[in-house]
Every structure is written in structure tokens, then in C-alpha cells.
């Protein structure tokens, strides 16, 4: 549990004092509505939409926004050009697979940081993919270092994390930081985590790796917030976020209810407020637009 209490909080870096560490941790949130949200059934933003929801993200102090995938092309791709023209004051990411041309795609766009995912778990490696785990290493390294060598700093992506051999969690954090990664996300894509399981394995990753974390949350259990928490007295420290919740099946950790736990169960104050948050939540959710949210 975190037990000693925060000097500074803000929507987009929070700063708390770990007890598993004893030391000030910054928390940051990446918003992923613009990649990971859009996958929300009946939802289809334009490149208006996109920018427009960016400048609101930006206006709240969102630290990093995953602005989507360039190697979709078209309007995907010009929106997250323009994104990066704004130069606004959240980063902006975008999500790459783990190959030359995706991430040529994104090197095209400019960005801030390029987001490569991995397959981490047998099941993708062998099932889906047809490789195995030493052609994962292999590939991982060779695109952390194309990243890395066009000037970019490089967040990794485990894909699958929670139904991945922990150990070779361990191999891949090992080789992302060996190659310069800025930051290893661990993901929990199908949603099957419980809040034990994820500080347990955040913890562990923690202490053999010294490589920033992150975390991303799907919600099939409702244990998103929860998890994210619970990622976070792990000893990660980045949170992965969509306005309202939104995105693939039962969506990710909703970042309203994620800043307020962190301000009720970690006493934290909230800067900008609550209200404000919630103002800006509600535009956004105006311009999503979809009639069952």
C-alpha cells in the first residue's frame, strides 16, 4: 500500500511518496482515447474530431496523448501530423507493430515518442504469429534500435502481458532498457487481471529491471481503476486512460474515475479540479458522440 502522502498532484503528473520504494514517484497519465479508444463499438472519429479532442486533452495537462496509428494511413495519419504542427504541450505517440515500415510511418509523422507493441505471451508468439520467443527478442531489438537510431525515444509495449510466462516479462524488460527504451508498458489486453496479480508483478518487474513501467487496463471484469491502482503501488508510473472509459470490448481504465481514486484513496489534491476535469470530460464525450454512451 502507498502509505505516506503526496506534496504535489496534477491531472497530468502526479507526484506521491511510495512506501514499497520510499521514494517521490511521478505518476503519468497517457491517454489512449484517440488509438486504444476509438476501438469502442460505433465510434468513428473524423480528423476534427481527433484534433479537437487533442487540443481539450492538452488543455487539462494530459501528459502523453497516443494519438493513433500512422501506418493506417489517409486521414489517420494526417491527423497525427497535425497534431505534432500544434506542438502542444502533451507528447504525442503514436502505436506501432513491431516492424521497420510501421515505425517508419511514425518516424514520417514527427512524433514524440514511438510506441512499438510485442507480442509477449506463447499464445500470440505461437498461435498468431508462428515465431518463437528468441524471434521476438530478435525484432525487438532490431526496432528499438531503428527508433532509437532516427532520434526517437522508444516506449515498449508487452501485448498480452497477463497471459505471458512472467519470466520472459522479465527477458523483454530486460532487453528493452539493454536497447535504450524509455519506458516498458505491461498490458493487460484481454482483462483478465485482479489488483493481487498486477501488484505482485509490477513489484517484481520493478525490482530486476530499472526501467520505467507503465500500465494499461481493459475493464471485461470492472477491475480497470482498480488494477491501474494497484499498478501504480507497484511501483508503475504510467497509467493508461480513456475519456469515459471507452474502447475495445468493455473498455480501458476511465480517466475521471481513475484521478478520483488516486485523489480519494491517495488523498492526493487534484489540480486542475474535479470540476474542471469533469467540464472537459463532457465536451469530449459531446464530440464522441455515440448514443449508448
Given amino acids: 500500500m502507498i502509505m505516506n502522502w503526496p506534496v504535489f498532484a496534477s491531472a497530468s503528473l502526479t507526484v506521491c511518496r ?61 491527423s497525427i501530423e497535425k497534431m505534432v504542427e500544434l506542438k502542444l504541450n502533451s507528447r504525442i505517440s503514436a502505436w506501432n507493430r513491431m516492424n521497420i515500415s ?13 510506441h512499438i507493441s510485442v507480442p509477449s505471451s506463447d499464445l500470440q508468439i505461437a ?19 531503428f527508433a532509437r537510431e532516427h532520434g526517437f525515444t522508444v ?13 520472459f516479462l522479465l527477458e523483454l524488460c530486460s532487453h528493452a532498457f539493454a536497447e535504450g527504451a524509455q519506458m516498458v508498458r505491461y498490458a493487460d489486453t ?12 509490477i513489484s517484481y518487474l520493478k525490482t530486476a529491471v530499472p526501467v520505467d ?28 486512460c480513456t ?7 468493455a473498455g480501458n481504465c476511465d480517466y475521471l474515475q481513475f484521478m478520483k481514486a488516486i485523489n480519494g484513496c491517495l488523498r492526493l489534491g487534484i489540480r486542475p479540479g474535479m470540476e474542471t476535469l469533469k467540464s472537459v470530460e463532457e ?4 464530440i464522441i458522440s455515440v448514443p449508448w454512451l
Fill in 127 to 145: 498461435a498468431k504469429l508462428k515465431k518463437d520467443r528468441k524471434w521476438i527478442l530478435d525484432r525487438l531489438k532490431r526496432c528499438v534500435y
Fill in 102 to 114: 510501421d515505425i517508419q510511418h511514425s518516424i514520417d509523422c514527427g512524433v514524440d515518442i514511438i
Fill in 18 to 78: 511510495s512506501y514499497k520504494y520510499g521514494e517521490i514517484m511521478e505518476i503519468r497519465i497517457i491517454d489512449t482515447t484517440l488509438r486504444d479508444g476509438e476501438q469502442q463499438p460505433g465510434l468513428a472519429l473524423d480528423f476534427n474530431d481527433k484534433i479537437e479532442i487533442a487540443k481539450l486533452l492538452n488543455s487539462i495537462g494530459i501528459y502523453q496523448i497516443e494519438a493513433g496509428i500512422p501506418a493506417i494511413g489517409g486521414e489517420e495519419k494526417k
Fill in 155 to 167: 516506449n515498449v509495449g508487452m501485448e498480452d502481458a497477463s497471459r505471458a510466462d512472467l519470466a
Fill in 213 to 240: 513501467l507503465g500500465f494499461h487496463g481493459h475493464n471485461d471484469f470492472g477491475l480497470a481503476v482498480a488494477n491501474s491502482l494497484a499498478a501504480v503501488q507497484g511501483g508503475a508510473n504510467y497509467v493508461d
Fill in 243 to 249: 475519456i469515459g472509459g471507452i474502447g475495445e470490448r
Fill in 283 to 286: 465536451e469530449i464525450m459531446k
Fill in 190 to 201: 484481454v482483462g483478465i487481471l485482479s489488483p493481487e496479480r498486477i501488484l505482485a508483478e
